[in-house]
Each structure stands twice: as structure tokens, then as C-alpha cells.
């Protein structure tokens, strides 16, 4: 996730380059939430309030990376007009 962020970030000159990465990045995110709800799922990760804690953030971050992904998008389309 951090990684496709960078790679974006170091694309910036080319929008839809730029654009592709975060949704990799946000994808990533989405992907980690699915391995912690099915680690607690399966009690491979057994302690509740660190599952809630995780969670939380992830989805956070998830809110957080759509809102950029959104910002980059509007500013994108404007050049397009």
C-alpha cells in the first residue's frame, strides 16, 4: 500500500498513472481489511480490542485515501475540460 502511494507519487507528471496507483493503494487497503476480519474470524488473531483498533484504523485510512484518490480525479478532469 505504502509502496503503491510512492510509485503513484513518483508518477504525479502523468496523471492516470498517478490515479492508477492510489486506486492500487486503496485496493491494498481493502485487501488488508479482508485478512484481519478472517484472522479474527479463524481466533488466529484472538485479542478483540487489537482486532477493533486495526479495523478502525484501516477503515480510516481506506476514507482517507479515497478522499485523495477523489481530489486527484476533480484536478485530473479539470485539464480534461
Not at 55 to 75: A, P, T, V
Amino acid at each position: 500500500m505504502k509502496s503503491n502511494i510512492v510509485e503513484g507519487y513518483g508518477r504525479r507528471r502523468y496523471k492516470q498513472e498517478y490515479i492508477r496507483f492510489m486506486v492500487f493503494a486503496l485496493s491494498s487497503n481493502d485487501e488488508t481489511i479482508v485478512h484481519l476480519e478472517t484472522l479474527f474470524e479463524t481466533k488466529s488473531l484472538n485479542n478483540e480490542d487489537l482486532f477493533k483498533d486495526l479495523h478502525k484504523r484501516s477503515q480510516q485510512l481506506g476514507i482517507k485515501i479515497n478522499n485523495f484518490l477523489q481530489s486527484i480525479e476533480k484536478n485530473h478532469n479539470k485539464f480534461d475540460e
